[in-house]
Every structure is written in structure tokens, then in C-alpha cells.
């Protein structure tokens, strides 16, 4: 079937929403010929193919426009493909690489994809920097990544990798591994080249050195400090105590985890998704294993999806315990963490008797859940029901009403809706702004239309109200697993399609089909139909989306992992200029972000 | 050997008392901080972790004494000393019990104050000398605050000054016998505590060392020993500000008789360190130039407000 039939019988169907479809029809009208393909895609994401002189107006006109009353705000992601050993690619036009651009529409609940065919030997496209300014650190990575250039950036220097890395660690030909490249050395000269790498110009970070009144001081703060949350860097241009510039500085964090995922089998992947946002445990996993069981076509029963949403509202509540005892500590308030520590080790008791490990249990399968839960999980469970509500209006008391907090709190780095999209902020970032909008509401996953929960606001957008809508959504998440607790739905845990990984063990005994496709499925891993996909959902701190590329085999040919906590970071300067060097750290903790979750 | 004023047995007995009492705060305040935290503090050295103090005593010590190449060397040994000696020195003129103090001076607030303010200079030139930005930016606000909070100190003493009318520290005590000052005296008890807090920089007032904004400040490179005067030193000042309070506005040595004098002026002196180290268990930190703010349009006009009208009461009393 030709992809654009494709996409019309969905819209036929229903499945492509109607800002989506005029977005569809206003392209296919102004650009009519400039159209190389229409992509279809097992989630219906409208995708167009654009030559790179095109791509720019086609964005724009995407981005100035509205279609059916709605905006596309955001660039949700931009990344790309190494297409060279891809080999099912129909209906695709040639490429060597593909540059993508997942454009996000809040108001009208849509998607839209625009991909631009490139060649190895001319890898360059016009930025779109000037569009969004949240493209600029997206751009930088896809050139560390793949090296692909973008004409008419500002600062197109690497972003992840170190200055001096050589290749492009994104590209097919980049090792994997260490065993396949040459065993590690340091010599003199390499070392004098690496220590003058280091050297801090401030030049080189778009900073003046003075100006005409004062010669500024340039702190370096990270990426060992006591209150970066990590290994995260920021150069602080300082007039006095005076914030005149702040240039985040990442990487120290990086891992590859997107390079692992072209290596992992697609089930063998799970356990390193715990780790991108290292607090969210298996909340990492569900947006991973939808993807994977959409492009499977796997349904799964109703258990797995009541269980999933509990563990994740669980660790939801983990992840914000943290941030708000973080918070507490640095505007100087010693206690809370220690307080919210407590109940941060009893979930994860709770959680530790679920599922067998506490931060990083990496226990969803494609297609269900590792085990049942246990027999008298409901008795823990309503305790946690029961003590937490307590505790938190204690906290309120002790943290959000202390009139020092506030003072150091409201009105810093505040920012507003139109800022957020542009920046790409989502999750309580976006809804401190006012902007009601929660994944889980708009685009239910998981069955959380099942759920009755309130999504909050704040209206500043400022430190304190990124805390209190924090602290309100803990509230909402106990609301939520109490639902859980009260209809949790009997059924199987694991789904009984023949892609559920490992499958269900008590019929392979029975017959030698299933019996074979168990063997394939745990000795070689499960084989993923080829397609692309995209999948999001609201994690602890913002929307966390995995685009997925199957060439039909047993590992993802592409795995990009779209985290919030990497956009939000990119803000830093912008919301603390003109700010003290305490309001920085304010709004460090406000953000509320680990380096795994930006590095990857 | 007797047990008079200056005598060579009380100035040692006082010395190695206090020092004492100052290393053992380090175990106090843990435990304290832990026991308000839901948690348990050093408990594994000796009994209850007594021991604690001592293991780090031997650590501190036996630690490499090192001076960074790029500081100061001669002001960067100083700067530890100065804190140690000049809050040891304001200890001679407390009177810790009737007979029992280094000296009876008549300008003992006078000189507290005046070693107060050469405290500053230690965390001044600590900060300065370690060539670090970020001890540069904690010895800017230890400038600024320490010089700011030295002046309300001073304003909200003076009521009680007027009260009893000497600037003799063991004749305010005295003066106490009927009624401690901490009633007529209250706006300038709670000047002089906030003040008391800022001279001695701990939380929520510790913004020359303000951990989570510039590591640690004004001993960012310090180690070793130096660490450990500056460490002591600031639980040193704890002291100091505690036996303030209570010889000022609580009375001094003066209670019931049925303890000796002594151990009221301890359980006094021991209520306020308790405070204090409940008081950074609890607040957060406000920013620098709020701290300037509230102290300078504020505290400022509030202890001028409470000196006048101590004077006024005092002259219709006449």
C-alpha cells in the first residue's frame, strides 16, 4: 500500500487528529511538489520527506501557522538516522542520512514528522536555530553524533563528546565498544593536547571578558559541586555576585546509551532505560516497551497495565520525595531530605517486595510484567495509602509555607508558557507556566483514561511553583495508586502474543510451535517487525519519549531517547541572568533533573 | 594555687574547659542534628560515639599539613590563628561563676566587641589568601555581614548597659540578682541572638560558607589543622555567644541555690548552644543581600528604637 493511502485510511479511521490532517493538506497544497515521500509509520505520525533547500520554509510554515485553531509550539525532538545499512527502507527516498524533526502541537494533541534525505559526502543543512531556541543544543548533538553541519549556527561545537574525540559515535562505523577499538593510552604529547582542550577561553563560550565598566570574574562551577546534581558544569559569567552569563556544560555523564541500544537485543535493553532518569525506575521502561509493543502489535492485558501504572506513580513519588528534600537543602534547609528519606525507603520497601530491586528493578517485559505480584502486596501498599498524606502536609508546613524559602524562591527564574514551548520544557516545568497539560491526561497510555486524578497548576512559573505543583502531583499520584489498589483486575501478567518476551513458560511444555518460538525468543531475542515509532509518556520530570527504528532484527537499528531533563538544562542561562549566584542554585534545584536523564 | 580570679590555675582550668567543650560540640551537634533528623548520628566510637571527637581529633592532626602553591603562605597561616585567639581572648572577661574568670574588667562588652570585629579579619584573610574564587566570594560576604551585624550587636547591648549601668560584665550579672534583663531587655535579646547567629556564621546565616552556593567558602582550601582551627573556631564562637546571652539577659551564674552557680551558668550556656544547633536544623538560608537588607532596615532602626526607650524609662525613673 502506498504510504500517503496509508496515512488517508487513517484518517478515514480517525487516527490522525484534525490539526495533524490540516497540517497534512496545507503541505501537500503549498509544497506539492517538493514532496519526496509520505512515510507511513505503525503510530500515525504524519511523516514527510523534504529536500534540505525546502526544509526550512516547510518548518516554518508548520510553525507559523494554525491548523484547525492549532499551533504546532514545540520542537519536540531533532535527530537522525545512519541509514547506510538499513535495509528495509520502502517507500523511503535514498539516503545515507536522515535528519528528523518531530514537531509537537500542545493545543491540538498531534504530532508532525519532517525527515530530509542527506549524503555522506555532503552533510549539511540550514540551521533551524533561529526558529526554536531549544534547536540549538539538539543541532550541536546531532553534529558530536553524526557530523552533520548545520549552516548558519551560532556555536556548532561538540556537545556531549570532548572536544578532542575523534568520529562520530552516532555513525555505524563508530565502535560499539572498547574491545573493537585499540587498547586505551595516554602519551605526553596527547596529554598536552587534552589538558590545552581543557583550558577555559571565555571567548569560546560566547562570554566577554569585560565590558565597559567592570572586567568580569568567571567561576567554574561544576562539574564537581555541591549542588549541580551530578556531573554538570556551568560557567558563570559574574559581575560582583551579578549573573551576566551562565553556560551549562554537559557530557561528563555521557554513556551511550542511545549507541547501546543498536547493540542490545530489544529485550536486553530494558535494564539500561532504568538508567536514563536513574530516579525513575521502571517508569523508564513503559515508554520503551510501548514502543516496542506497538511496533509488535502486542495488546496487553488489563493486570499489566493497572500493575505498570502503579509502579510508575510509585516511583513518581520517589523521584519528587527527592527533588523536594534536594530543593529544601539547597536554599539551606538541612532537615527535610532527611525526613523525606523515610518515606522515600518505605516505598521502595513496598516497591523492593514487588519487584526484587529497588531503584533500578528494569522489571517490565515487552509484553507484560516479570512476575505477579505477590501474595499481600495490597496490605503494604494501603499503608503507604495511609501515612503518606500525613507527611506531606507536614512537609508543607515545614517547607513550602517557610517564609525564607519563599523569599528565596518566588519570583526567580520564573519564565512564561510561550518561553516553555520554545525552550522545549515540559512536565511540572510547563505546568508551573499555567499550561494544563499532562500526557497522562491528553494522550491516556497504559489506561490512565481508566483514572480519575487532577493534573496541577501553578500561574508564575517560577522555583516555587515548579516545587508546589510537584508536591500537589504526589498527592494526585496516592489518589492514583489507591485506584489501582481498589480495582487492580485479575488476568495474566504477560500478554500471550507470540513476541512477548521471555513468553509465558507453561505452554512451551504443551506444543513444539511455542516451544520454538520461546527457544528464538530467549536465545536470540525477539524479532521486531520492521516500522518506526514513537512513544512518550510523562515521566518524573517532563515528557520522555523513545523513537524507535526497526529493520526488522533482533536490536533496534535506531534508538534516540528523547529525555526532558536535557531541554530543560539548555534554559539555565536564559531564566538566570541578572540573578545571584543563590538564586542560581535556586534554580538548579527548581529544575529538577539528573545528568543521566541529559547525557544519556 | 587558689581558685581567684586570674590565677594561673583558673586561667588553665577555663582554657582547656572551654576548648574542650568546644571539640566536643563537633559529637554534640551531630547527634543532636541527628536525633532531630530521624537518624542516629555518630554512634560506633565508644560509648554513644563519645569517642568520635577523638578519632577525628587524630585525623585532623595526622593529616598532611598542606598550603595550596598559589596561596598566600604567611596570611594563610594566620588567618586560622586569628579566629582561635581572638574568641579564646574574649573568654578572660566572662564571668563564669562568683570568683571564677580570668579577668574583672570594666570595659568587658567593649572588648567582646572589639574582638568580635577582629574576627572578621580571619575570615577575611583566609579567604583572601587562598587565591580561590569561590573563597573569594565567601570572604566577600563574611566582609559585608560580619561589619553589618558587628554594628547591631553593639546598639542592642547598650540597653543593657544602661540597665546596670557598667560596661563590667560580672557587675551586669550582679545587677541580675532581682530580675534578669531578658524581660526589660527583650528586643535587645532577640537583636543581639540574630546578630550573635550572623557573627558566628553558622546556618541559617552561614553565607560566607554557604555549602550548596560556593562549596565551602572562605575554607575552600583549607585542610588538616588550619581546617580543624577554623572548624573548632567557629563552635568556639558557638560558646562565646551562648555565655553572651546568658550572662547579658539570663542571669548569669544566678538560680535557685540549690545548685552551685557554676552549673546554672553551664545549663544556661548549654540551652542556647542547643538552640542554635536547633535553629540549623531548621531554617533554610536566606540570600545575602536579604540578610543586608533585613539587618540594615530592620534590625538597625529596631535597636536604635529599644535604646532610646530603655534610656527614656531609665531617666522618668530618676
Known amino acids: 500500500m502506498l504510504a500517503a493511502e496509508h496515512i488517508r485510511e487513517n484518517t478515514v479511521r480517525g487516527d490522525v487528529p484534525a490539526a495533524a490532517q490540516a497540517a497534512l493538506e496545507l503541505l501537500r497544497k503549498e509544497f506539492a511538489g517538493d514532496i519526496l515521500a509520505e512515510q507511513a509509520n505503525c503510530d500515525f505520525i504524519p511523516t514527510l520527506w523534504f529536500d534540505r533547500a525546502k526544509v526550512k520554509s516547510v518548518l516554518n510554515c508548520l510553525r507559523k501557522n494554525s491548523f484547525a485553531g492549532n499551533r504546532f509550539e514545540m520542537l519536540f525532538d531533532l535527530t537522525a538516522i545512519d541509514e547506510r545499512a538499513r535495509v528495509h527502507r520502502d517507500g523511503q527516498p535514498l539516503s545515507e542520512f536522515t535528519v528528523m524533526y518531530q514537531l509537537m502541537s500542545f493545543s491540538g494533541n498531534c504530532d508532525f514528522r519532517i525527515k530530509v534525505p542527506l549524503f555522506d559526502a555532503d552533510l549539511i543543512l540550514p540551521t533551524v536555530s533561529d526558529f526554536w531556541s531549544n534547536a540549538n543544543w539538539y543541532e550541536r548533538e546531532v553534529w558530536d553524533m553524526f557530523g552533520i553541519r548545520f549552516d548558519g549556527h551560532p556555536n556548532l561545537y561538540r556537545l556531549v563528546l570532548p572536544p578532542t574525540w575523534e568520529g562520530h559515535a552516532l555513525r555505524k562505523e563508530h565502535p560499539a565498544r572498547a574491545t573493537e577499538m585499540e587498547p586505551f593510552s595516554l602519551s605526553d604529547a596527547q596529554t598536552d593536547v587534552e589538558q590545552e582542550a581543557l583550558k577555559f577561553k571565555p571567548e569560546e563560550w560566547g562570554m566577554q571578558r569585560k565590558s565597559d565598566e567592570s572586567e568580569f570574574m568567571f567561576l567554574n562551577l561544576g562539574p564537581n559541586h555541591p549542588s549541580v546534581h551530578g556531573a554538570f558544569r556551568i560557567a558563570v559569567q559574574l559581575d560582583g555576585e551579578i549573573l551576566v552569563d551562565a553556560v551549562p556544560d554537559i557530557g561528563y555523564h555521557h554513556r551511550g546509551a542511545e549507541k547501546m541500544g543498536e547493540r542490545q537485543s530489544w529485550h536486553t535493553f530494558i535494564p539500561y532505560t532504568d538508567r536514563i532518569d536513574y530516579l525513575g525506575g521502571v517508569m523508564n521502561n513503559l515508554p520503551y516497551v510501548m514502543a516496542v509493543e506497538k511496533m509488535a502489535g502486542i495488546q496487553v492485558p488489563e493486570r499489566v497495565k493497572v500493575i505498570r501504572i502503579m509502579l510508575s506513580e510509585m516511583f513518581r513519588i520517589c523521584s519528587h520525595l527527592l527533588f523536594y528534600g534536594t530543593f529544601a537543602q539547597d536554599v539551606g534547609q538541612l532537615s527535610p531530605i532527611f525526613y523525606m528519606f523515610v518515606e522515600r525507603e518505605r516505598i521502595f520497601n513496598i516497591i523492593e517486595s514487588i519487584c526484587g530491586a529497588r531503584m533500578h528493578p528494569g522489571w517490565f517485559r515487552i509484553g507484560g510484567v516479570a512476575q505477579d505480584l505477590p501474595a499481600g502486596w495490597e496490605k503494604r501498599v494501603r499503608e503507604l495509602l495511609d501515612f503518606m498524606p500525613a507527611r506531606l502536609d507536614e512537609y508543607d508546613s515545614m517547607v513550602l509555607n517557610n517564609g525564607i524559602l519563599k523569599r528565596r524562591t518566588q519570583g526567580i527564574g520564573s519564565y512564561t508558557t510561550e518561553e516553555a514551548f520554545d525552550w522545549g520544557v515540559t512536565g511540572a516545568g510547563l505546568r508551573a507556566t499555567g499550561y494544563e497539560w499532562d500526557y497522562r491526561k491528553q494522550r491516556p497510555y497504559s489506561g490512565y483514561e481508566n483514572f480519575e486524578f487532577d493534573i496541577p497548576i501553578a500561574e508564575n512559573g517560577d522555583c516555587y511553583d515548579r516545587c508546589a505543583v510537584r508536591v500537589e502531583e504526589m498527592r494526585q499520584s496516592l489518589r492514583i495508586i489507591k485506584q489501582c489498589v481498589d480495582n487492580m483486575p485479575s488476568g495474566d501478567y504477560k500478554s500471550s502474543h507470540p513476541l512477548t518476551t521471555p513468553p509465558r513458560k507453561e505452554k512451551s511444555m504443551k506444543d513444539i510451535e511455542t516451544l520454538i518460538n520461546h527457544f528464538l525468543s530467549v536465545s536470540w531475542g525477539p524479532v521486531i517487525p520492521p516500522t518506526e515509532v514513537s512513544m512518550a509518556v510523562e515521566a518524573t520530570k517532563g515528557i520522555n519519549g523513545y523513537y524507535l527504528v526497526s529493520d526488522g532484527n533482533t536490536t533496534s537499528y535506531r534508538t534516540r531517547i528523547r529525555t526532558p531533563s536535557f531541554a530543560h538544562l539548555q534554559m539555565i542561562p536564559a531564566i538566570s541572568r541578572g540573578f545571584m549566584v543563590s538564586d542560581l542554585i535556586a534554580i538548579i534545584a527548581s529544575i529538577d533533573f539528573v545528568m543521566a536523564d541529559v547525557d544519556r | ?318
Open chain 2, 1 to 318: 594555687m587558689t581558685w581567684e580570679i586570674g590565677s594561673g590555675l583558673s586561667i588553665g582550668a577555663i582554657l582547656l574547659v572551654v576548648i574542650v567543650t568546644a571539640a566536643m560540640l563537633i559529637w554534640v551537634e551531630r547527634r543532636l542534628l541527628g536525633f532531630w533528623q530521624d537518624r542516629l548520628g555518630p554512634n560506633r566510637v565508644g560509648p554513644f560515639g563519645l569517642l568520635q571527637v577523638v578519632a577525628d581529633m587524630i585525623k585532623i592532626f595526622t593529616k598532611e599539613d598542606w598550603i595550596p602553591p598559589f596561596a598566600d603562605r604567611f596570611s594563610f597561616v594566620l588567618a586560622p590563628t586569628i579566629i582561635m585567639i581572638v574568641i579564646l581572648m574574649s573568654f578572660s572577661v566572662i564571668p563564669f561563676a562568683p570568683g571564677l574568670g580570668v579577668v574583672d574588667s570594666n570595659v568587658g562588652i567593649l572588648f567582646v566587641l572589639a574582638m568580635a570585629s577582629l574576627g572578621a579579619y580571619s575570615v577575611m584573610l583566609g579567604g583572601l589568601a587562598s587565591d580561590n574564587k569561590y573563597a573569594l566570594l565567601g570572604s566577600l560576604r563574611a566582609a559585608a555581614q560580619m561589619v553589618s551585624y558587628e554594628v547591631f550587636m553593639g546598639v542592642s547591648l547598650l540597653g543593657v548597659v544602661a540597665l546596670a549601668g557598667s560596661f563590667n560584665l560580672r557587675e551586669i550579672v550582679i545587677a541580675q540578682e532581682g530580675g534578669w534583663y531578658v524581660i526589660p531587655q527583650f528586643v535587645g535579646f532577640v537583636i543581639f541572638l540574630i546578630a550573635g547567629i550572623a557573627e558566628s556564621h553558622r546556618l541559617p546565616f552561614d553565607i560566607p560558607e554557604a555549602e550548596q552556593e560556593i562549596c565551602a567558602g572562605y575554607h575552600t582550601e583549607y585542610s588538616g589543622m588550619k581546617f580543624g582551627m577554623f572548624f573548632v573556631g567557629e563552635y568556639l564562637g558557638l560558646v562565646l555567644i551562648s555565655s553572651l546571652i546568658t550572662v547579658l539577659f539570663f542571669g548569669g551564674w544566678n538560680g535557685p541555690a540549690l545548685l552551685p552557680p557554676i552549673v546554672w551558668f553551664s545549663a544556661k550556656a548549654f540551652f542556647f548552644i542547643a538552640f542554635f544547633i536547633l535553629l540549623r536544623a531548621a531554617i533554610p538560608r536566606p540570600r545575602y543581600d536579604q540578610l543586608m537588607s533585613y539587618g540594615w532596615l530592620f534590625l538597625l532602626p529596631l535597636s536604635l528604637v529599644n535604646l532610646l526607650v530603655t534610656g527614656a524609662v531609665i531617666l522618668m525613673q530618676i
